[in-house]
């Protein structure tokens, strides 16, 4: 079965979504793209923006972003806390996630899930947006004041911002014609917070997750 991918091109100063083949033919203000060997280095200002997104494959090779924090980003005193809240809170986000398609098949009478990338999206968010920045603020309250001094995960999950923006703005359809709704894969960033405290037994039993979803409306 053949798909089709039709995408358009959004860019609304509250969140971005650029092809990956786009953003390294054309970076944004503040990026540089080289190309190597064996992929692609892309160099952006950590004083203008905030990458959280590790090193990939693509089908332009390996893609690192230099300055890059990663996807998970951990901090271990209350100064790395704020200090990355203040990032947060200030600079435009720039995160890599995938549309994909979901196909079950039955084998043994057991249904099968397959899930096949289909587009990789560089997505960006601006943390100073009012909107934005009152959700991240609020939900990083919540966590905090949820997990009372503990170590903690929290997970800022963007699936509803983008399946607003695919409903708008991406369209699949199978040979058959047939529209498919997209499945995101990471549509989130995590931060981790490592107390100092001895015995930390509700971070060690899993009890001090957390999740909370950012909007565009």
Not at 37 to 50: A, C, I, N, Q, T
Not at 58 to 85: A, D, P, Q
Not at 102 to 124: D, H, M, P, W
Request: one cysteine or more.
């Amino acid at each position: 079965m053949r798909d089709t991918v039709t995408p358009k091109k959004v860019s609304h100063s509250r969140m971005r979504v650029t092809e990956v083949e786009e953003f390294l033919r054309e970076p944004p203000a503040g990026f540089s793209v080289k190309a190597l060997g064996s992929g692609y280095r892309v160099h952006s200002d950590p004083e203008k923006s905030l990458v959280l997104i590790d090193d990939f494959f693509s089908c332009r090779g390996k893609i690192v972003f230099e300055n890059s924090l990663g996807r998970k980003v951990k901090m271990h005193n209350l100064w790395e806390y704020t200090s990355m809240r203040k990032r947060l809170l200030s600079k435009r986000i720039y995160l890599l996630m995938s549309a994909c398609q979901e196909n079950f098949s039955a084998t043994n009478k057991k249904a099968a899930r397959e899930v096949r990338v289909l587009k990789q999206y560089v997505v960006s968010i601006d943390g100073k947006d009012p909107l934005i920045k009152w959700q991240m603020e609020k939900g990083l309250d919540w966590t905090i004041s949820s997990v009372a001094g503990e170590s903690y995960r929290v997970d800022i999950d963007l699936t509803q911002a983008l399946d607003s923006w695919a409903a708008k703005n991406l369209h699949i359809k199978t040979d058959k014609l047939i529209k498919v709704k997209p499945v995101w894969r990471d549509a989130f960033f995590t931060l981790k917070y490592y107390s100092d405290a001895l015995f930390d037994f509700p971070h060690w039993f899993g009890f001090s997750k957390r999740n909370f979803k950012l909007s565009l409306t």
